[in-house]
Nanobody, 122 residues
Framework: QVQLVESGGGLVQPGGSLRLSCAAS????????MGWYRQVPGKQRELVAS???????NYAGSVKGRFTISRDNAKNSVSLHMDSLKPEDTAVYYC????????????????WGQGTQVTVSS
């Protein structure tokens, strides 16, 4: 059973910084990709940051230049460093991991964390 556990959310003032972390645990094959999404009530979950198939970071336009995603393959973890936070960044942030189901990389399954609340407010 694969579990994704996020940490690092909280309340921060506009212009502040936060760092979110997510670690995958349990019995698993190779992780294909990891990323971060966010969701506010009444809206669809949206991509914040992930990696392309070539391993390059990929950001939503609204966070580009302010957020930095990083991944530690040895620890099956991904982090999101958020700078210059704005009230509109307030949301529940979810980590996801696309994990191969076998050694042949023939198929994969998407797992989600439970979410961590980020609130940007003065």
């Amino acid at each position: 059973q694969v579990q994704l556990v996020e940490s690092g959310g909280g309340l921060v003032q506009p212009g502040g910084s936060l760092r979110l972390s997510c670690a995958a645990s349990g019995s698993m094959f190779t992780i294909k990709n990891m990323g971060w999404y966010r969701q506010v009530p009444g809206k669809q979950r949206e991509l914040v940051a992930s990696f392309t198939s070539s391993g390059r970071p990929n950001y939503a336009g609204s966070v580009k230049g302010r957020f930095t995603i990083s991944r530690d393959n040895a620890k099956n973890s991904v982090s999101l460093h958020m700078d210059s936070l704005k009230p509109e960044d307030t949301a529940v942030y979810y980590c996801n991991a696309d994990i191969f189901l076998d050694h042949f990389y023939s198929s994969s399954r998407l797992y989600w964390g439970q979410g961590t609340q980020v609130t940007v407010s003065s």
